[in-house]
């Protein structure tokens, strides 16, 4: 499988930094960046596409609820209208820092509560392929690869957009196929050894197991790593001389 390194960054603001971004794209092929709802500023942003342009990697862009204080990983009650609109406004702003850099952004993966509720609200899937179609249809959306994929293929269809498939490298699945809640103990996987067995059981057979023992089935574009894992320069180090092997 042509399976792809992405790493979320640019999760910094003001005077404030996050995660190893410097350090880690030489390694990654694919740049989720935050657009100022979450996380970055203007300067941030300039920033990492300038990185992203030095490294020729594909910029994505990275929309989130407006929500600074709690990370974007707080759910808000945004109607169709409202998502569509916050898509659009983080899109535009990475967008034009982009072409001030000669450089596009080729896909967007919304992040945390907005990603979740993507993958679990029709509604809040369908705004957001709606903004990108408005936008660029060219424009790919990154989604949770889930036993649920073509009826998300289907929805996409209708919006004349593609998906993308991720998986995560160093997060555990429940048997549905879903994310552990970062609440809970375990949801992130911090163990270099154990995240490099998961990823050469994906890379060898297209699977992943779930957090008890079972065995997920799941198309793989796109592999994610935290930026804000501890291990994460470790462990995309290891990653990306696994992905050459293969």
Sequence with gaps: MNIKLNCD???????????????????????NLACGFHAADPVTMHKSIKLCKEHDIQIGCHPS????????????????EEIVSL????????????????????????????YNN????????RSIAKAISKFDANLKLMILSSPK???????????NI??????FADRAYTK????????QENALITEKEEVIKRTKLLLKKGIIKSIDGQK????????CVHGDNKSALKLIKSLHKLQNDF
């Design 162 to 167: 593609s998906l993308l498939y991720e998986v």
């Design 87 to 114: 898509i659009l406004y983080q899109l535009g702003a990475l967008s034009a820092i982009c072409q001030s850099y000669d450089v596009n952004v080729s896909y967007l993966k919304p992040h945390g509560a907005l």
């Design 118 to 125: 993507m993958m679990k609200d029709e509604t809040t899937f």
């Design 9 to 31: 960054m640019g999760e910094g603001f003001g005077t404030y930094s996050m995660g190893y971004d410097e350090k880690i794209m030489p390694y990654i092929q694919m740049a």
């Design 65 to 80: 609820y407006p929500d600074l204080v709690g990370f974007g990983r707080r759910d808000m009650s945004c109607s169709p």
């Design 149 to 159: 994929n073509d009826t998300y293929a289907k929805i996409a269809q209708k919006y």
């Design 176 to 183: 549905e196929g879903f994310l552990v809640p970062r609440s």
């Design 216 to 223: 997920l089935k799941l198309k793989t574009d796109a592999l």
